[in-house]
């Protein structure tokens, strides 16, 4: 009896499979599969998302940020020396890109004189940063180091307006800091981007505006960035930005979670960093449809989708200190959204890049 009912079950999952094949198939049009088999490199899984409102906090971390903080409430620098201590020590060894290289150029700004503090923030955008965090005697760098390592409980702790609010800070810290480029190698990212004068780029999920920026200067006044995210706090910095620096080439806009809003066939270039592996692991498949075909609808016939996402490393790297996902699963799901891989960089371990076009097929029914 029971190995009939076994049997039975085996039939029916064979007959599933058989047609889940069948049904994708038809939607790439017979065009060659990738090749997207993942090796697995270390025990992590492919795919993990961790917590997105705040990273992994250490006992190392913990104490580091106390003594910033102390030394930003007492100021007294003996405080800012022990925490640019212990940075020293956890920045190559506890997780990579994550906000301690950010918080140590803090400590370095305090521990500086006043050349090394006019280098640092030589670059308008780092000015701008440290304009953020240092406004009102720090106080958005003490309320981050108090929130993100629950130094003290605040009346907000616990509730959603908290939870926002260290969010905010958090992708602030991370996104905007200085000591990014040395970490993400920027400029090799976009070099190998080849970005044209007069072109038009959605940033897709652009935080608070760091390649937004950059694309601005490249696109130069013929071109158009359009700076997109569902967070209205980094809306308002991009704007506000733009307009202290006399930036007329950056428009923002508000998103659905299911549709980044671009006007159809517009942009030659979609750029997403740092976005998708939120968008494979939360969304449920309706909106996922949703999102992707938007971004496949906003884009000219020859226009280039670009993927920038943290990788999993092999065992014994120090891995990306917050959510990854293998590049495979992207490039494999993609494939059936009508998107082709063209081209992929990696300049470092924890990060690749990857660069999509639509398939011949999915013009014609997006023009
Ligand atoms: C990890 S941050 C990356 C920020 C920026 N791309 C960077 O690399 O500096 C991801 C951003 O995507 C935004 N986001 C999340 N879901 C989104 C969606 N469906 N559409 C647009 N933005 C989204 C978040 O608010 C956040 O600002």
Redesign the pocket.
Known sequence: MSSIRYSFILTVCASCSISLVCAADDNANNSPKPDTTAEITSKVSLVHLGSIDTFTITEQGTLAGRFLLSALDSKNLSFAKKAKEIYETIIPTEHYGGEYTALEWFCDYLLGNEESRKQQLGDRYHNSFFEFFSANDFANLKEYLTRKYKLKKLADSGTEAGRDRIAFLE?FIL?NNPRREEWEKTSKIIEALKIQPGTTIAD????PG??TFKFSELVGASGKVIA????QE?LNYVKNLATKFDITNVETLK?R?DS?GVRANSADMVFM???YH?IYTTLTEEVKDR?VNSLKTALKPDGRLIIVDNAVVTQGTLPYHGPHIAKELIIGQLYYYGFDLAEQYQFIPQRYVLVFKKRTDQIANTK
């Open positions: 992708d996104f897709v999920g652009c935080g760091y390649y997109i995210d569902t967070v980094h998103d979670e980044a960093c740092s976005l939120i999102f």
